[in-house]
């Protein structure tokens, strides 16, 4: 069965860092691209970024709104990706959700439960 | 590239025919999937390039469309399906979601 599991989430002031983390299990996760998504209270889907995997130099990718503050990165021995979130504003308070790149690489077919940030004084 | 989704809402009764409509700003080849999520859940991926079902989801959901205009049918709604639903194209960085259409019960 196929689980990714988020940590890390919780109130932090405005221009603080914090480190998400997802666990995965249940599939070879050397092969996959993982994606980073977010969803603010009573919103939509907002994609973060992405890490592709081994075969592609695990190069990533960022949302405008994050590239430069948020840093991906991933373990593939400890099966786990990491989100690093620096100079956080308040409008990055979301729901935080680690995410599979699918077999097109162009959706996300399994998605963790997320793990909520808050960014405020 | 903007996803719109209309209707943003629908009231529907169980058995109905539902059919959601996704509009990009410009062309997506068929880079185009459809995600299902509940409160307090994460999404839950049903279709993916436009008309492909997701291994588990039901054939009742069902994916089409091209280039600029995508949809999302549901043959006959059941109890299970109230949900919001979102589409989303990765035809080129960055991916975007559209902004969900709430199905309602009637």
Known sequence: ?121 | IQLTQSPSSLSASVGDRVTITCRASQGISTYLAWYQQKPGNAPKLLIYATSTLQSGVPSRFSGGGSGTDFTLTISSLQPEDFATYYCQQFDSYPPTFGGGTKVEIK
Not at chain 1, 18 to 30: E, M, N, P, Q, Y
Not at chain 1, 43 to 63: I, M, P
Request: glycine content about 12%.
């Open chain 1, 1 to 121: 069965e196929v689980q990714l599991v988020e940590s890390g989430g919780g109130l932090v002031q405005p221009g603080g860092s914090l480190r998400l983390s997802c666990a995965v299990s249940g599939f070879t996760f050397s092969d996959h691209y993982m994606d980073w998504v977010r969803q603010a209270p009573g919103k939509g889907l907002e994609w973060v970024g992405r890490t592709r995997n081994k075969a592609n130099s695990y190069t990533t990718e960022y949302a405008a709104s994050v590239k430069g503050r948020f840093t991906i990165s991933r373990d593939d021995s400890k099966k786990s990706v990491s989100l690093q979130m620096n100079s956080l504003k308040t409008e990055d308070t979301a729901v935080y959700f680690c995410a599979r790149g699918g077999s097109t690489y162009r959706e996300f077919d399994y998605w963790g439960q997320g793990t909520l940030v808050t960014v405020s004084s």
